[in-house]
């Protein structure tokens, strides 16, 4: 048995609690022992506004960064599109879990007649928002918030035509019904689908450990996307979508980003394919491809809108 209990924070969600298990799980077998110490976080707690109003990067990892910095939790799981591109001071970006599915759905009541209507569609995410609305301008959206469980219960009780999820966590709690649209036309959040986990930088056995429950390939495509992300200013809060995928025919990393204005009017969009060896800095060319051609104004207007 390695020495040391490794305590893993996570936030106290029925979707973060899976996660953390996942990874408990991993360093079991490879004869870690662990344990698990849930958190509750602000992003959590605060369920009446919008993210975006909130005003804060990294709402959903900020409690977890404290726990960790105050020694309550040597490492933290968390979904990596909720994680800011810039780490708190002394933590580290220690292992990306290889990434499950990175599409957006629909799930809906079974009657797709509102597509022909001037339904409503809800989502707690600009991203989402802008791209329904540049592909369904006639609709309205409305936000959504909660947990995964939260916000099924809220689509079932509402008027609403259907609500946009990330498969992978329905896929993860086995909580995907039968009525919902693979919105594959959709460009996913930056490192959507994929599992960071973080330790603090001077902990080589944490460090260690994780190691072993690194995916490259995923590794390489969400630092892409952050990348493309971080180089637009996004923080959490802007219409920003970035997709990296390795292309294992050509040995070539296929990317696609795009820059939406909030009411989805505006499309900013890329679609590259590189050498695997340009990888590090295909994010930060391709963002400012798309900051040169309009996007530095369209972000401009967004920073405006959100802080009124």
Known sequence: MKQKTIKIGTRDSELALWQAHT??????DLGYTTEIIAVKSQGDIILDKPLYELGITGIFTKTLDVAM?????????????????????????????????????????????????????????????????????????????????????????????????????LERLNLKPNTFIDLDWMIPAPAQGAMMVVAMAEDTFALDALSQLNHIETEICTYIERQFLRTLEGGCTAPIGALATYNEKTDEIDFNGALFSIDGQQKLEIKRSFAISEWKKLGFHCAKEILENGGAELMKEIKEKLKK
């Open 23 to 28: 990874v408990e799980k991993q360093l079991n």
């Open 69 to 169: 910095i105050s020694g309550q939790v040597d490492i933290a799981v968390h979904s990596m599109k909720d994680v800011p591109t810039a780490l708190p001071q002394g933590i580290v970006q220690a292992a990306v879990l290889e990434r499950a599915n990175v599409n957006d759905i629909l799930v809906h009541k079974g009657d797709l007649s509102f597509f022909e209507t001037e339904s409503t569609i809800a989502t707690g995410s600009l991203r989402r928002q802008a791209q329904w609305l540049h592909k369904y301008p006639q609709h309205q959206t409305v936000d959504l918030r909660g947990n995964v469980n939260t916000r099924l219960q809220k689509l079932h009780e509402s008027t609403w035509g259907g609500a946009i999820f990330a498969a992978a966590g």
